[in-house]
């Protein structure tokens, strides 16, 4: 018996798809039913969750807030994913794909209620910030525990496949969350049951404060899927484009009974983990400067300006636009009251058993 001394050597390295360069320029198929006025509106929520996310952790600094989680420099990824999916599949999050609830309609006042614990959030105050969730645009509620929405995320494919609908369910998860127990159960589940799903990992390269070659030892994370059998690809995660027409191939792909696929999307945090972290004290400066040459955002911008479907003036009054927007809502979400006491024993049980009505009656 003779033992491959590197098994990486066998399998060839994904190449990197991509649509645009990182100069916005053409480099691959743009997708044909990608049309104009998504490409817009596309655009307008990766705007929108950047300016946000500024102001809600200028909010945490001033103690008004007590934690979030942004996604800057990661806009590209759940915006163009919320893009290419129906509003009927299932999306389950983690801490960077808020912005996907947004996508589909979900008012922003509401999503900011989230945010301060106050009345309105449909959660009504038991989430930590930043943890969005809501059925009526099919996002489902997640932990900050690293990767159980991903057996989830299968786990309602699979159910969708009893049911015989063609819906299918996307799980976020980010590259630590492949070093994590659940991402195995869910990858081999997925593979064997051929689940109609999408596994998409944000390697954004840093776990916190690990990088990703700390955490494996796999050349890329793409690669992790062929144990499992499992279809993947190499994503530009900061190309709006690519990201839509590989999300949107391997849903249509499940949807006709292809079975699942994994997607790694290759982008960068620009921030810091969360409010609760300092990248400072463990990454090098250099290396965020290299990929904020990398912007998804002004990769877009300069795609559509080339389009001649956008122009500097639109981009100033979208500026403008949306500060008004996000200083209304954030002013009408912080003015509400914490969520009444009684809502307490809300959603605990269908019925309410009689000890929880004796609580609720004392």
């Not at 809600?56 to 990661?74: E, K, N």
């Not at 630590?176 to 195995?184: E, M």
Request: one cysteine or more; proline letters at 6%; glycine letters at 8%.
């Amino acid at each position: 018996m003779r033992i491959a001394k590197d098994p990486r050597s066998t399998v060839a390295e994904p190449e990197l798809y991509q649509v645009l360069s990182y100069d916005g320029e053409v480099v691959g198929a743009v997708p044909d039913d990608l049309t104009i006025e998504t490409q817009r509106r596309m655009y307008r929520f990766m705007r929108l969750i950047r300016r946000l996310d500024e102001r809600m952790v200028i909010l945490q600094r001033q103690g008004r807030v007590g934690f979030y989680g942004s996604c800057t420099g990661q806009e590209a990824t759940p915006v163009a994913t919320a893009a290419a999916l129906r509003p009927t599949d299932l999306i389950f999050p983690g801490l960077r794909e808020g912005v996907s609830l947004l996508y589909r309609g979900f008012p922003l006042e509401t999503y900011l209620c989230q945010v301060f614990g106050h009345q309105g959030d449909v959660l009504k105050g038991r989430q930590m910030p930043s943890h969005h969730a809501d059925r009526s645009v099919n996002v489902v509620s997640w932990s900050s525990c690293i990767g159980p929405q991903l057996t989830q995320a299968v786990g309602a494919a699979w159910a969708a496949r009893i049911r015989k609908t063609d819906e299918v369910t996307l799980g976020f998860m980010g590259d630590g969350a492949t070093s994590s127990a659940d991402f195995h159960t869910a990858c081999n589940f997925a593979g064997v049951y051929q689940a109609p799903c999408l596994l998409v990992c944000q390697n954004n390269h840093w776990s916190i404060s690990i990088p990703t070659r700390a955490q494996t030892a796999s050349r890329t994370i793409a690669e992790k899927a062929i144990g499992y059998g499992l279809p993947y690809a190499q994503v530009d995660g900061n190309d709006p484009l690519a990201v839509y027409a590989a999300v949107s191939e391997a849903a249509q792909r499940a949807r006709a009974g292809g079975g699942p696929t994994f997607l790694e999307m290759l982008t960068y945090r620009i921030g810091a983990h969360s409010t609760s972290d300092d990248p400072r004290v463990y990454r090098d400066e250099r290396e965020v400067e290299q990929w904020r040459k990398r912007d998804p955002i002004a990769r877009m911008r300069r795609w559509l300006i080339g389009k001649g479907v956008w122009s500097s003036k639109e981009d100033d009054a979208l500026t403008a636009a949306l500060d008004d927007e996000i200083q209304r809502a954030v002013a009408a979400a912080e003015a509400r009251p914490p969520p009444d006491r009684d809502t307490l024993f809300d959603d605990v049980y269908a019925a309410k058993p009689w000890h929880i009505r004796e609580q609720e009656d004392g």
